[in-house]
């Protein structure tokens, strides 16, 4: 018999089921520690004598803990939600939990992460439990000026911002943004988007936004980044005006696009240079320090890296990191040990926060492998400026009404979240602004805690329908944002599908399961998460 899904021929029971984590499978499992001196045999007698008028089919038991009086009790066909209070006031019990399940950390099947102790280190794989980089549109972009990229790269190629209101390779200025054929980028020697392949710049863009789960490579700390390539066309004697041109033209994208809502320029929030002047006085380059200080009113925070000489930057001066912008983050590189690496500058005003420095596995170009690692400052600032990157795709209303505001205050919020959520560290403490690193778990924990008070209180299922044969559609509500998961299950509580997902914060969420064919008969389809679980029934007709 030929199998069909229609959406007319799926029915669905008016009752929901509300069911536990227990639930799903008709029994429950609870983890108990009996007190000294008592045995299996006194629990069992004392919960089936306080429980008489419980008709439960069968009470079984395991002994967990070899040396220890920890047992698991089981019990089959009854659906009490009392289970663990009953067990928990039994004086044989002195203690009792449930038997939760446990799932490994959000981390990307990028073959090579494991070799990213960076991403680690700044606690990225709790953070991608809430959001890995997907953001509604407009999409927040990182400009990187550097001496160039191999934007052909294999985990670098989805990662490239496209002009799409620029005709590529025409020498005609298509949107009149004031610069010819800036469609894959730009590139200020040559003056369009013929970007100079380097293997510098190529390393920091990987760690910002190498495409992170899509089997190749790496992963960067926005798995779905999107940069703007800004090309300086040369890898020797980079001076100052060249450094401002590009500023320049990142400042004049963003000021396009706020003064024509988005129809003309780039929705850029963050720049990073991993390039500087060492030894340099602010008095020296106040051009430089005021073109930061205009990116920041139009919404955009620049983050440097600072210089890669141990020197304390307050008494010696840097390029740009003696600028006072409050618009300006500046960073210097950390060891696995969370201390300054060797030739990495600080400064208790002027260098804001660390970040991993050291042997940090990139995206390459020219070394003779597509990847490989680098170490210095140059490697610390990418991964602050994904993490800003990162920041605008959390999805909730408070926290969004910030990043809405006016742009110069967005910037300044942006900044303020990642400064104040740093992780202290003692021997940082009068090294650094900020005293500690960068840790995007405890960032986006603050913007979780403080911000995101307006979403839903439980999970609910909003609507549930086949939007096509082999496929059901759910929009719902949730209030956590870690791991969700998707089941279909028969009337024996056979699970025949299952699927893990993790929604991004925001108010309405949805997901579509795919399905094989499926006999005639009634299903559940269950959604839940680690708290609670919901279920819509349907019956497949044919």
């Known amino acids: ?101 446990l799932e490994l950390r959000r981390q990307p099947d990028d073959p090579m992460f494991d070799l990213q102790w960076g991403l680690r280190d700044i606690e990225a794989p709790r953070a991608w439990d809430l959001s890995t980089g997907i953001a509604d549109t407009p999409v927040p972009l990182i400009a990187v000026i ?8 294999e985990d670098l190629q989805e990662a490239i911002y496209r002009n799409t209101a620029e005709i590529p390779d025409d020498s005609i200025d298509n949107d009149n943004n004031g610069y010819v054929d800036d469609y894959l980028g730009y590139n200020l020697t040559t003056a369009n988007d013929k970007l100079y392949k380097h293997r510098h710049g190529t390393r920091v863009a990987g760690i910002i936004a190498a495409r992170g789960n ?18 300086l066309g040369k890898s020797n004697q980079i001076q100052d005006a060249d450094l401002y041109a590009a500023l320049e033209y990142v ?30 006085r602010q008095d020296e380059f106040p051009l430089i320090c005021a073109i930061i200080d205009s990116l920041g009113h139009e919404g955009v925070l620049t983050v440097a890296s ?61 070394s003779g492998s ?46 303020d979240l990642i400064l104040r959520n740093a992780e202290p560290i003692a021997t940082l403490q009068n090294r650094l602004l900020s005293g500690g690193k960068l840790n995007l778990y405890r960032i986006f924990s603050h913007i979780k805690s403080q911000y995101c008070h307006d979403g839903p209180t439980q999970l609910e299922i909003l609507q549930f329908y086949s939007p096509m044969p082999h496929q059901v559609y759910v929009l719902f509500n949730t209030p956590t944002y870690g791991r969700h998961f998707a089941r279909i299950v028969d009337t024996r509580g056979r699970v025949l599908v299952h699927s893990d997902f993790y929604p991004l914060l925001k108010d309405v969420h949805s997901y579509t399961l795919s399905l094989p064919p499926l006999p005639k008969g009634v299903y559940y389809f269950i959604l839940g998460n680690d708290y609670e679980i919901r279920s819509r029934a349907f019956a497949v007709l044919y």
């Open 251 to 280: 400042w004049h994208q963003r000021q396009l696009y706020n003064r024509t809502d988005g129809q003309v320029g780039a929705y850029v929030v963050g720049i990073n240079f991993s390039l500087g002047r060492e030894r340099a």
């Open 370 to 415: 597509p990847y490989d690692a680098g170490t210095g400052t140059s490697y610390a600032s990418p991964f602050v400026s994904g993490a800003i990157q990162l920041i605008y795709t959390v999805r909730c209303n408070d926290h969004i009404a910030h990043l809405k505001a006016s742009p110069d205050s967005a910037a300044r919020y942006v900044k």
């Open 214 to 231: 899509n089997g190749i490579g790496i992963t960067g700390v926005n798995w779905n980044g999107q940069l703007l390539l800004v090309s």
């Open 306 to 366: 600072t210089a890669n000489l141990d020197v304390d930057v307050d008494v010696e001066g840097d390029l740009p990191c003696a600028c006072t912008s409050p618009y300006l983050i500046c960073v210097t590189a950390l060891n696995q040990s969370s201390q300054i690496i060797d030739n990495a500058a600080y400064g208790k005003k002027s260098i804001d926060i660390g970040a991993p420095g050291k042997s940090i596995w990139s995206t390459s170009y020219g």
């Open 1 to 101: 018999m030929l199998y069909r899904y229609p959406l007319t021929r799926i029915f669905f029971f008016t009752a929901t089921l509300l069911l536990t984590a227990q639930g799903l499978y008709s029994q429950h499992s609870v983890l108990v520690r009996l007190c000294p001196g008592a045995q299996i045999e006194d629990l069992l007698a004392q919960f089936h004598t306080r429980n008489t008028h419980t008709a439960y089919q069968t009470l079984r038991w395991k002994k967990i803990g070899r040396f220890t009086p920890i047992y698991e009790i089981v019990v089959e066909g009854g659906l009490d939600t009392t289970l663990l209070e009953r067990l928990r006031s039994l004086p044989a019990v002195c203690r009792a939990q449930k038997n939760g399940s």
């Open 146 to 153: 550097d001496a160039g990229f191999d934007w052909t790269h």
